[in-house]
């Protein structure tokens, strides 16, 4: 985007603190953010629909199909919605560009291919999605509900659903080169994540917590 106030190529990571069950430990795609609001593709919730059924239902031969990946939930809004999101272009006909390397199809055409075994090679296909009014997601940011992170494609097409989340994480520490600080108001439940620099982390979870290895204190606290 033209405007470096909004967010562009963006994974958005739920905090800690983040109760909505529809998006607790969860990692959006954040696929347009601009004045108006913003949309976004939940990618570490899958869903117990196969792709070959998802096809059956509308249609859609698959003879060629390698493999039956899952589908996955893409959030709250218009369920019956779906996306791809993919590598390379294809000349779909309906298709929002991410990055140099990272789109997202909404046009049948595309899970045609996919059924022929002609789509595109790193895919997933999520239905619904998530989506903020206007200014909504800044307050959110604001009341420490989000951190961001550039996207990283191996996060989406290697990693394992249940891993993303931490993956993500990994990615704000490693691109800390200066201190973050993030607090809640002092009250029962409140918490204070800091990092003072990369791979040294302070986090308040109702008393103080010091480690230097984020990854087994995210994985020892799930809540």
Same mark, same amino acid.
């Given at each position: !985007?033209a405007?470096?106030? $909004?967010f562009?190529n963006?994974f958005?990571?739920? !905090?800690?603190g983040?109760?909505?069950e529809?998006?607790?430990?969860?990692?959006?795609l954040?696929?347009?953010h601009?004045?108006?609001g913003?949309?976004g593709?939940v990618?570490?919730?899958?869903?117990?629909?196969?792709?070959?059924?998802?096809l059956?239902?509308?249609g859609?031969?698959?003879?060629?199909?390698?493999?039956?990946?899952?589908v996955?939930?893409?959030?709250?809004?218009?369920?019956?919605?779906?996306f791809?999101?993919?590598t390379a272009?294809?000349?779909?006909?309906s298709?929002?560009?991410?990055?140099?390397?990272?789109?997202i199809?909404t046009?049948?055409?595309?899970l045609?291919?996919?059924?022929?075994?002609?789509?595109?090679?790193? $895919?997933m296909?999520?239905?619904? $999605?998530a989506?903020?009014?206007e200014?909504?997601?800044e307050?959110?940011?604001?009341?420490?509900?989000?951190?961001n992170?550039?996207?990283? %494609?191996?996060?989406l097409?290697?990693?394992?659903?249940?891993?993303?989340?931490?993956a993500a994480?990994r990615?704000?520490e490693?691109?800390?080169?200066?201190?973050?600080?993030?607090?809640a108001?002092?009250?029962e439940?409140? $918490?204070e994540?800091?990092?003072?620099?990369?791979?040294h982390? !302070?986090?308040?979870w109702?008393?103080?917590i010091?480690t230097?290895?984020l990854d087994?204190y995210?994985?020892?606290?799930? %809540?």
């Amino acid at each position: !985007m033209a405007d470096d106030s $909004y967010f562009s190529n963006q994974f958005l990571v739920a !905090m800690p603190g983040l109760e909505d069950e529809n998006f607790r430990h969860s990692v959006t795609l954040l696929c347009e953010h601009s004045e108006k609001g913003a949309l976004g593709l939940v990618v570490n919730r899958p869903t117990d629909l196969k792709l070959s059924d998802m096809l059956d239902q509308i249609g859609v031969d698959h003879s060629a199909m390698p493999g039956d990946p899952i589908v996955f939930w893409g959030g709250p809004v218009q369920p019956e919605r779906g996306f791809v999101v993919h590598t390379a272009p294809g000349g779909w006909d309906s298709t929002l560009k991410v990055d140099d390397n990272l789109y997202i199809t909404t046009s049948r055409d595309v899970l045609g291919a996919i059924g022929r075994g002609e789509g595109p090679s790193d $895919y997933m296909v999520l239905l619904g $999605y998530a989506g903020w009014g206007e200014g909504q997601l800044e307050t959110e940011i604001l009341n420490n509900s989000w951190l961001n992170a550039p996207v990283e %494609q191996h996060v989406l097409f290697e990693t394992p659903a249940a891993e993303r989340w931490i993956a993500a994480t990994r990615l704000i520490e490693a691109g800390q080169s200066e201190r973050l600080k993030l607090t809640a108001p002092a009250a029962e439940g409140s $918490y204070e994540m800091v990092c003072t620099y990369p791979g040294h982390w !302070m986090v308040m979870w109702g008393k103080l917590i010091v480690t230097n290895d984020l990854d087994a204190y995210l994985a020892a606290h799930p %809540q």
